[in-house]
């Protein structure tokens, strides 16, 4: 009898397995998309322009074809959000994450539909980097990115301004072209290490005048709807947001939970330790509870993974990687520990719809691979992603008391 029960109990566990979908991997080729057909041919300029052959070149991936995913926007419970807009060939997703939760917090806090200047925002992060440059005599480290909630000691110090009264785009172009002008910044700061010319005011004078050069000069006053106004005022008056009411936050073993801690990243430049470090379980309840409840999300992280896929249009966590009932926190502390895991790309989280038992949500996204897909500018992740792979996020106060309030009367 022992025997039967051992062998019926070992025939179940093998059917369990077989019914179990087993993810695979291909290699694929790269293909043209988004950022060759449209944006490199409008800053070139050149409707014949040539574009490159990329099928020698092949990358590692989950085959996609073996499973379907929700990837029907109508199914998904979405949230006000501006269309999607490209970022151009730049590297400034996170202030485009920001604005556009920025654009839906001005909505959903006092029905205000605006369309605010991510560029705005770069431009006077540019300057601040300059700045903590000078300041740490060059161990500031250079580049485009930076962190979505860089918005709020930009919103602080410099306001906003409506999208028509600062484009950031000269000569005609309809998309970012940032290379030379970064290039050229780069080339200057260096410079000033090598030769150890730590004069702020002039530092500060010559990156405005690169930044100028490129992406035009912030007007200090403009009209918007027949009314005249600053950045500050426009903020403040107008779109009625407050940056105090926006909290980060992130999960790591590396420090203690329920405590403000800095999020040690590159892109985080100004070493900002205003992110309270959670538990992965209250990292993902608040997630969860955030966008089920009306709220929409600033999000960060990876997007360097096979289950990332800009035709696809999905972000998944392939069995071949880690079967989904193996994401915890140790899963996810190795990734970030041995750097597998790293803060790519910020985006912004609209809605979400339950696909079976799990939880799928819908992702605005600026990124050029964004807009390869038939659904231009979304993607469709699954939660074991952001459980696995995403780094931080920024919500608004309102939603996160729960937590807060735990954490700020111990």
């Not at 290699?27 to 988004?34: A, E, L, N, S």
């Not at 959000?81 to 400034?92: C, N, W």
């Not at 918005?151 to 410099?158: D, E, G, H, L, V």
Request: charge should be negative; charged fraction near 25%; aromatic fraction near 16%.
């Amino acid at each position: 009898m022992r025997n039967i029960i051992l062998t019926i109990a070992i025939i179940a566990f093998s059917l369990s397995v077989l019914a179990q979908v087993t993810d695979k991997s291909e290699f694929k080729q790269y293909t043209p998309g988004f950022y060759h057909k449209v944006i490199v041919r409008d800053i070139v300029g050149d409707d014949n322009f040539s574009i490159p052959d990329l099928s020698k070149y092949s990358y590692f991936a989950m085959d996609f074809g073996l499973n379907i995913y929700p990837v029907q926007i109508s199914k998904y419970k979405t949230e006000y959000h501006s269309l999607p807009v490209s970022q151009g060939s730049s590297g400034t997703c996170w202030a485009y994450s920001a604005t556009s939760f920025m654009e839906s917090e001005a909505y959903r806090k006092n029905g205000i539909k605006a369309n605010i200047s991510e560029i705005y925002t770069v431009y006077w992060d540019y300057i601040d980097r300059a700045i903590n440059f000078v300041e740490t005599k060059g161990e500031t480290p250079i580049g485009e990115g930076s962190e979505a909630n860089a918005i709020k000691r930009i919103m602080k110090n410099y306001g906003m301004l409506p999208y028509e009264a600062y484009t950031g785009l000269k000569n005609g172009l309809n998309y970012n072209d940032h290379g030379a002008m970064f290039d050229e910044m780069d080339k200057y700061l260096k410079s000033i290490k090598l030769k150890s010319e730590w004069d702020e005011n002039a530092v500060v004078k010559e990156i405005k005048s690169i930044l100028d050069k490129y992406i035009g000069t912030p007007p200090e006053n403009f009209v918007y709807e027949g009314k005249t106004y600053t950045p500050q005022t426009f903020m403040k008056d107008y779109l009625k947001l407050l940056p105090n009411e926006y909290f980060s936050f992130m999960s790591t073993k590396e420090y203690s939970y329920n405590e403000k801690h800095e999020l040690v990243e590159p892109d985080n430049w100004w070493h900002c330790k205003d992110y309270y470090n959670l538990s992965l379980e209250d990292y993902m309840m608040l997630f969860h509870n955030a966008i089920e409840t009306g709220y929409t999300i600033s999000l960060c992280g990876d997007v360097s993974e096979p289950g990332y896929d800009s035709y696809a249009e999905v972000a998944v966590v392939p069995s071949f990687d880690i079967p989904s009932e193996y994401i915890n926190e140790d899963s996810r502390q190795m990734r970030l520990s041995n750097e597998t895991t790293t803060d790519d790309h910020c985006i912004h989280v609209v809605g979400y719809q339950k696909f079976g038992d799990d939880y799928w949500y819908l992702i605005k996204d600026s990124g050029s691979g964004g807009f390869d897909g038939k659904n231009k500018g979304y993607r469709f992740y699954h939660e074991d992603y952001i459980k696995l792979k995403m780094m931080n996020y920024m919500i608004h106060v309102d939603v996160a008391r729960p937590i807060l309030d735990n954490i700020i009367k111990k």
